[in-house]
């Protein structure tokens, strides 16, 4: 069955969460939630059936943009799963408050999360960074605003350069900044109090999916001894883990690494871009999150409570 035609707003977002303009879980949540709701307010479905095969199909358009980012599909099922009525009216005000409510828990949980992770840095720490995160930004934050100096080691994080974001946004809050080139990162660590990464996934075994380049930084940041800091919502564990499923790995367009006015020079080479990697649990000394610091080992724990039994099946899927 052909899905129905989804809103401007959700194809924009798809097309935007694709492309990364919109990057960061906890932002990919954000606008994937936003973006159900205008989907509700905008639907002219003449009945239930009807207006829940357009909810269905957008989330389905939304969640294949980004196969390794849980935040985005555990956003669509919070939404999907509270949407209950008998009428389209019913429905719609349903999906409408559900939203509401989901963005205003995403906005509450990074400001707890951030004031757990700020009580593990200590007045004139530095730390070392990779990738962009909004969850481990906000434990900088926090530290900032209890009146400690923080200072920061960022590496650039290639192909990407997201690291250029975060780098700006320290700047932004007057933390000094010392931005590396990716394979510099061991010769800094000596520098370093801390390394603190977000994270795209959490396994049900305490491994950690996110960026690629952040599970060699972690093992050598256990080589020299600095403890790695996990920042994450618990928007980021992946339930699917615990009943065996694995991550998938995000695989990127080649042309991020390799330009095609640049393959010429380069000659006929296979180009691989995966996304992100996985950081075993024991190189990771904590996963902080707004429901308190967990040592990776003792997270499914957190994951059974939160999730319970596993259904089969998803919202998004034809009934």
Known sequence: ???????????????????????????????????????????????????????????RRLHETRPTAVSL???????????????VEELRESIVSTVVEFRRE?????????QIGANRLRDGDTIMTHCHSTDALSCVHRALDDGKEISAIVKETRPRKQGHITARQ????????????????????????????????????????????????????????????????????????????????????????????ERSKVGNVRVENPAFDVTPPRYVDAIVTERGQFPPESIVTLMREMFGEQQNGEPWDEP
């Open 170 to 261: 320290l700047r932004d809050w007057d933390v000094p900044v010392t931005l590396i080139v990716d394979n510099a990162a061991r010769r800094y660590l000596d520098d370093a109090d801390h390394v603190l990464v977000g994270a795209d996934s959490i396994a049900a075994d305490g491994s950690v999916i996110n960026k690629v380049g952040t599970s060699g930084l972690a093992v050598n940041a256990r080589e020299r001894g600095v403890p790695i800091m996990v920042a994450a919502q618990t928007l980021k564990l992946h339930p699917g883990t615990m009943t065996g499923h694995t991550v998938e790995i995000e695989m990127r367009d080649p042309r991020e690494i390799l330009p095609d006015d």
């Open 106 to 114: 995403l906005d509450q949980a990074q400001d707890n999360l951030g």
């Open 1 to 59: 069955m052909n899905d129905p035609d989804v809103t401007p707003s959700v194809a924009t977002a798809a097309d935007d969460i694709a492309e990364m303009e919109i990057r960061g879980a906890a932002t990919i949540a954000d606008a994937a939630a936003a973006a159900i709701g205008e989907q509700a307010q905008a639907s002219e479905a003449d009945s239930p059936e009807e207006f829940r095969a357009e909810i269905r199909a957008a989330a």
């Open 73 to 87: 599909p555990n956003a669509l099922r919070y939404v999907l799963r509270g949407m209950k009525g008998d009428t």
